[in-house]
């Protein structure tokens, strides 16, 4: 056990486990995506898809016990990524008490400035969305049904103020990913062929799954409003 | 042309220091900047006043020694440049150009623009070295190592060590020089006896300075007057990783 807490007191081994939580909590937002669009197939394969995700794993696990197991994992990886997201920001601080009175960014990006403030407006949405869509309490809902979760859907995002809101949280989200899918390669240490000549695929890789996460999740609200999905 | 500078001066450690703004009402635009400090120095010493002290030595641009923060970037607008080789062409008549030392914890301010970066050098005493005996120089070619490899590790070995990539860094971080230094040797036959224990001492003895964490912003590689990359630190990271895991 030592080696490890010695291994996250790196500043290295703290970004191998932020990269590594990145990476989990990347696989579930990309796969709830992808679930979310059975919403265009209607209510019926909506409901079906959501009570679906508490019998994977039968006959092996009991109802609902899978589900709960990936709720754990994805707290775990939560709680994970953002002490590591602070305490990264608390030592970069301290190597920097006196600033300059003027500091210009030479190629670092947007997306790449705003990975500690974008990562708190994703934070705050997850707490959101969990009430909103999974806990229902009447502040977060205006008519919450346990077990409808497509009757959820469309009357949640019919309120345009809470489809703005999440619509400014993918683009949040998007853009931590724009960096965050490349950086994870290099706190793993895994970099493009030198001499392969194709370029970096890692850009590659990070811009296209930030785009395909962004596009998916915004059409959910876009198209409840424009009455796509009533 | 006519120069407004803004110079931080700090007559000690302990001094809270200030920012200083002298008129240069006649620069040549072919001196490099270290002339230009020069000329200020002349006169202010001719005034009696303290000269503005900073660090250079070579003046070539490869022993390292000189580093500013010249108008918000570390060794002025001009890429893969050192300050001294830096050259007045590159500033418009009238601008005003604020002059500050590199600022970091692990650098601090010695006096006015002149920092300490012996953090830098404790690195390297950690590993930053080969302990064989070497003799005399072997022959040319007497140990094969494949071209790509040899160019690889002759980028990282460009590294002289200025700190810019730690002045520039939003984080204050030091993952690009401590890369370097690990990836030159860990590239070549000569470097592979010790290379586990190496990375291990110099990136605990780089955790140990007061620097920052790499968000892999990449400002370092812009900065850098030898155009280190930042392949090295995805390189670092691994080599740290295999000597932690085995
Ligand atoms: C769905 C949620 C999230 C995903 C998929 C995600 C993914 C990632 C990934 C892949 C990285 C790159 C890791 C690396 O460079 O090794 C990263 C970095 C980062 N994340 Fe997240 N993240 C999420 C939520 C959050 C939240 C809620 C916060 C903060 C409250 C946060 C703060 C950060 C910060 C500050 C970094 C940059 C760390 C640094 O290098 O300085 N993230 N994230
Ligand atoms: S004085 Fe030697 S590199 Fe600039």
């Not at chain 1, 290295?12 to 709830?32: D, N, Q, T, Y």
């Not at chain 1, 009430?131 to 009357?155: E, I, L, Q």
């Not at chain 2, 400002?219 to 670092?236: L, N, R």
């Amino acid at each position: 056990m030592s080696w490890i807490v010695e291994f996250y007191r790196s500043s290295i081994g703290r970004k191998v486990v932020m990269a590594v939580s990145g990476l989990a909590l990347f696989g579930f937002v990309l796969i709830h995506m992808v679930g979310n669009l059975k919403v265009y197939l209607g209510p019926e394969a909506f409901n079906h898809y959501a009570e679906g995700l508490r019998t994977i794993g039968d006959p092996l696990f009991g109802y609902g016990q899978l589900l709960w197991i990936a709720r754990i994992g994805l707290l775990l990886a939560v709680v994970v990524h953002i002490h590591a997201a602070w305490k990264t920001t608390q030592v970069s601080r301290a190597a920097r008490p006196a600033g300059y009175q003027l500091r210009r960014s030479v190629q670092q990006t947007y997306a790449e400035r705003t990975m500690r403030w974008g990562g708190v407006i994703v934070l705050l949405f997850i707490l959101y969305h969990l009430a909103h869509f999974t806990f229902g309490p009447d502040w977060a809902h205006p008519d919450f049904v346990p077990g409808d979760p497509y009757h959820n859907f469309v009357v949640g995002f019919q309120v345009w103020w809470v489809s703005a809101f999440y619509i400014v949280a993918q683009l949040c989200l998007g853009l931590h990913l724009k960096h965050g899918l490349w950086s994870l390669f290099q706190s793993l240490g895994i970099t493009p062929d030198q001499d392969s000549g194709h370029g970096d695929w890692r850009r590659t890789f990070a811009t296209s799954f930030a785009l395909v996460i962004v596009l998916g999740n915004i059409s959910f609200p876009l198209a409840v409003l424009a009455g796509v999905v009533q | 042309m006519h120069l407004t500078l803004k110079i931080w001066r700090q007559s000690s450690p302990e001094d809270a220091g200030q920012l200083v703004t002298y008129e240069m009402p006649d620069v040549s635009e072919h001196m490099s900047f270290l002339e230009m400090l020069d000329v200020l120095n002349e006169r202010l010493t001719e005034q009696g006043e303290d000269p503005v002290s900073f660090d250079h030595d070579c003046r070539e641009g490869i022993c390292g020694m000189c580093g500013l923060m010249i108008n918000g970037s570390a060794h002025g607008p001009r890429a893969a440049t050192t300050t001294c080789q830096l050259h007045m062409r590159e500033f418009e008549d009238g601008e005003t150009i604020l002059i500050e030392p590199w600022r970091a914890e692990a650098f601090p301010v010695v006096k006015d623009l002149v920092v300490d970066r012996s953090s830098f050098d404790r690195i390297i005493q950690v590993g930053g070295y080969v302990s064989v005996n070497t003799g005399s120089a072997p022959d040319a070619n007497a140990l094969p190592i494949g071209k790509e490899v040899a160019n690889r590790a002759m980028d990282a070995a460009a590294c002289i060590g200025c700190g810019a990539c730690v002045a520039q860094c939003p984080n204050g971080a030091a993952q690009l020089f401590t890369s370097a230094k690990i990836a030159h040797l860990a590239l070549l036959p000569q470097g592979q006896p010790e290379r586990q224990r190496r990375t291990q001492r110099m990136v605990e003895q780089m955790e140990q300075e007061a620097f920052g964490s790499c968000s892999n912003f990449r400002e370092c590689e812009a900065v850098c007057p030898k155009e280190i990359d930042v392949g090295f630190i995805a390189m670092m990271n691994r080599e740290y990783l295999r000597a932690k895991l085995s």
